[in-house]
């Protein structure tokens, strides 16, 4: 379907908790929308419940943002710092007729809920204030004040991934634009901030919906023109069922902090409800390019960690060894409290191909290599010392002794030395390599041996071999 230009996107989310999973793919399905047409993609902070929001959760939310790279357009847009404007609009919809002050007590709208209840009805306002005199007001109510709504017909939202959507009038009451404390209501202030900030698309998820219909209200009762709308299909868990935290539904920093990288974190997110083929690899500029409001799905989509994990494997596979192990020192100093030589440095680079295509997260990267810079003798446990026994001790030190005459320590001058020793001994080649695998690393999984060895170089290999040996 064609756009018209400029596109203009937002994000708006409510400071009241942590940036979650799904948020932060509704913050990258519109930024992505917006980077595809040239547009500007906006962050705005609906931050009117004073008694909920928090500036710890404004800075999650601008951490999550930054940590995922998206980057939104000029200054963060504030909701709460507007609320004059809002006041102005109610103000307008008072003057045309459109809106009426309410003077129910909390009482009569409790027992209002009640008798629809037990009359089958929906529990919506019965507009009992719609057309009644203002001067029959109760003393003591501070009124809220709500919009009159049309009572027959239908709205229709022209969705670009639901189609059209159909909602009959009668089903939405008369809402409330105004707090009794004259604070805006979320409903009014959404319509007024969007239509201020020049918004042409909202993306969200779909539990929105009725909140179109309502808002599609206001915008036809001040003779404004809607954006378009686009409402994406909510995450389930594996199971089908609502995403919970049992699923894995954790904030973007909990992802962060696990270890899975920003662009394999955006790969995942996107593939949640939208497709392009059979691609499951996709680049952020390959995303901007091919993005469209057509390609998300109808459907919830299924987190699936197994997917991330895979996807998140592919991502370090295909990092620049240099980049990657300046990442995985910086785990190292901040997380374990090494502070590593030049040389370690080195090392962690030298043995970065091969350590890369094991891991799925930069923390089970880092975990992997941690034995190439523990200091010496290495802690062996589990397996590894179970391979140490004392017939392995002896072999161990024969072989220091065979390794030692070695001078060119390369992959095939090792090789061959190993070979030639298991053959001289009458061994098979894995009751050498086993044991010397455990004492090189102190672990049972590794690397080729051969390739392990030439990693930690001739006098570290040797050195810790000899410590296994005597121990």
């Known amino acids: ?22 948020g932060g793919r509704t913050a990258l399905f519109n930024w992505l929308f917006a980077r595809h047409h040239k547009g500007q993609f906006f962050l705005r ?22 940590w995922l790279g998206l980057e939104w357009d000029g200054e963060v847009y504030r909701q709460s710092e507007h609320l004059e404007r809002h006041g102005e609009i109610v103000q307008s919809l008072l003057n045309l007729g459109l809106a009426y002050r309410c003077y129910c007590s909390p009482e009569e709208l409790a027992q209002m809920r009640e008798t629809a209840k037990a009359e089958g009805k929906p529990q919506k306002y019965d507009g009992r204030w719609r057309n009644r005199d203002p001067k029959d007001a109760p003393a003591g109510i501070a009124p809220v004040i709500r919009f009159k709504a049309p009572q027959s017909g239908e709205t229709v939202i022209r969705d670009r991934v639901q189609g059209d959507v159909t909602i009959a009038n009668e089903q939405l009451d008369d809402l409330i634009l105004m707090r009794s404390d004259g604070a805006p209501t979320y409903m009014l202030s959404v319509v007024v901030d969007d239509h201020d900030m020049g918004i042409t698309h909202i993306i969200r998820g779909d539990d929105h ?130 502070r590593l030589s030049a040389e370690l440095k080195e090392r962690l680079k030298t043995a970065m191909p091969e350590f890369k295509q094991r891991a799925k997260t930069l923390n089970e990267l880092a975990e992997n290599m ?15 010392a179970k391979q140490l026994n004392t017939d392995a001790k002896r072999m161990l030190a024969d072989l220091e002794t065979a390794l030692a005459t070695v001078q060119t320590w390369t992959q095939e001058s090792i090789e061959a030395a190993i070979r030639d020793f298991a053959e001289t001994k009458g061994l098979k080649f894995g009751k050498v390599a086993q044991p010397l695998r455990a004492a090189l690393t102190g672990g049972a999984a590794s690397p080729g041996i051969f390739d392990l060895l030439t990693v930690l170089g001739r006098e570290e290999s040797l050195g810790r071999i000899a410590d296994q040996a005597a121990a």
């Open 1 to 22: 379907m064609p756009v018209s230009s400029p596109v203009i996107t937002r994000f708006a989310p409510s400071p009241t908790g942590m940036l979650h999973i799904g």
């Open 370 to 384: 941690e034995f190439l810079v523990l200091p010496r003798p290495l802690p062996v446990t589990g397996k590894a």
């Open 45 to 66: 902070i609906e931050d009117t419940d004073r008694a909920r929001s928090t500036p710890e959760a404004v800075d999650a939310i601008l951490t999550g943002l930054k």
């Open 209 to 338: 919906l009725t909140n179109a219909a309502r808002q599609s209200q206001i915008y036809a009762a001040l003779e404004w023109t809607p954006p378009a709308f686009a409402h994406i299909p909510l995450i389930h868990g594996s199971d089908g069922a609502k995403l919970s935290k049992r699923h894995g539904a954790l904030a973007i920093e909990a992802y962060r902090d696990m270890g899975y990288m920003p662009d394999a974190m955006r790969n995942y997110l996107l593939r949640l409800g939208w497709s392009h083929g059979d691609d499951e690899i996709i680049s952020t500029e390959q995303a901007i390019e091919w993005f469209n409001l057509e390609s998300i799905g109808k459907g919830p989509a299924r987190l699936d960690l197994d997917k991330l994990n895979s996807i998140s494997g592919a991502y370090l596979s295909r990092e620049d060894d240099s980049r990657l192990s300046a990442i995985i020192v910086a785990i190292f100093d901040k997380k374990m409290g090494y």
